[in-house]
């Protein structure tokens, strides 16, 4: 197998967007009966717009193995949840011939596609930090069981970091949690909730959001007050300012179109860990901001500067 190419798009909340397009355009444009209608519909459909587990196509079914990526030492997991879901997740395992840090991240991708489309970036982790990865399936993703929403998805990555924190390989393990759009507002609420056990080395997030309605407040202006009826609400400016111990990597591709910029500088902003970086990528759009050049070289800096470098 050859090495891989640059990782391919992570996908986006843009298919949230181009989904709500349509369906908010109409409240807009038409009287205010319809527009109640259109609300309506906002209501009931918004989980299949915020989670497009079936983009692309073939998501549920089609999940890229490591092997295609020439990855041999990985495990291929099935975690229960507390409420009876089965988690995929895929477990790249650290080189053991390197002289390799204690140090796992844990990946939650964004609102599109599975694990298997991350993998490269996986790997690029694991080349750049010589670490274990756990890349994480949300429930309703991939091969993992059940539907997504927001307690779900909640579930899922306390499920995740507990079945690091029960394996006996992970002992010792300093984690750190890597969020990617829609992944950086999970990954958020996990460590505020988790961050006084002292495991937790570090937080990387990457073009997330201040909240759901923020977002589609911003990326479209005349649907502002449908946007009060979003039940989903991940509401990370006001989780993200709780945590307090854990240094935190903000990673912005100033050419977002999906997410506008100032979300990740409103977050920053909000930030009240007293270990907080943020890093620009110039070039880098939602999707692709992972394959600007410089973005591992971050990661590199901040993990050996504010990670490792306070840890006992
Ligand atoms: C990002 O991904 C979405 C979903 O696959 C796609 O529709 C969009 O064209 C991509 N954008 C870029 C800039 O690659
Ligand atoms: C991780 O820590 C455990 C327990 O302290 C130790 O046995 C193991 O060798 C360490 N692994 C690495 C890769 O440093
Ligand atoms: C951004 O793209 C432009 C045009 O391709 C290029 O000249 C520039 O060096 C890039 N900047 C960075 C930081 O990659």
Not at 280 to 299: C, K, R
């Amino acid at each position: 197998m050859s090495e891989s190419p640059p990782p391919p798009p992570a996908w986006s909340i843009s298919n949230m967007a181009n989904g709500a397009v349509q369906f908010l355009r109409l409240p807009v444009l038409a009287s205010s009966g319809l527009a109640v209608v259109a609300s309506g519909l906002l209501y009931f459909k918004q989980n299949e717009l915020i989670y497009p587990r079936n983009v692309p196509a073939d998501a549920r079914t089609n999940v890229p193995s490591p092997r295609m990526f020439g990855i041999t030492d990985f495990e291929d997991l099935q975690i229960p949840t507390p409420d009876g879901e089965s988690l995929n997740a895929i477990f790249l395992r650290q080189s053991k011939t390197r002289q390799s840090r204690n140090l796992t991240v844990l990946m939650f991708h964004g609102n599109a596609g599975n694990i298997g489309h991350r993998v490269p970036i996986g790997k690029a982790l694991q080349e750049t930090l010589h670490c274990n990865v756990i890349l994480l399936e949300y429930r309703g993703y991939g091969m993992s069981t059940g539907t997504p929403d927001e307690v779900g998805l909640k579930i899922d990555a306390q499920t995740a970091l507990d079945y690091i924190r029960q394996r006996p390989e992970f002992k010792d393990t300093t984690i750190i949690v890597h969020g990617q759009s829609l992944g950086g507002a999970v990954a958020i609420n996990l460590v505020a909730t988790n961050q006084d056990s002292g495991d937790i080395g570090g937080l990387i997030l990457e073009n997330t959001f201040m909240c759901i309605r923020k977002l589609i407040a911003t990326v479209l202006p005349p649907a502002r007050y449908v946007a009060r009826l979003c039940h989903q609400t991940w509401a990370s400016e006001d989780v993200l300012p709780k945590i307090t111990k854990v240094p935190i990597l903000f990673l912005s591709g100033l050419k977002d179109e999906i997410v506008p910029p100032p979300h990740m500088t409103g977050l920053f902003s909000l930030c009240k860990s007293p270990s907080k970086v943020f890093r620009t990528l110039p070039n880098g759009s939602h999707n692709d901001t992972v394959a600007e050049p410089g973005y591992f070289d971050h990661i590199h800096s901040f993990v050996t500067e504010e990670v490792l470098a306070d840890s006992k």
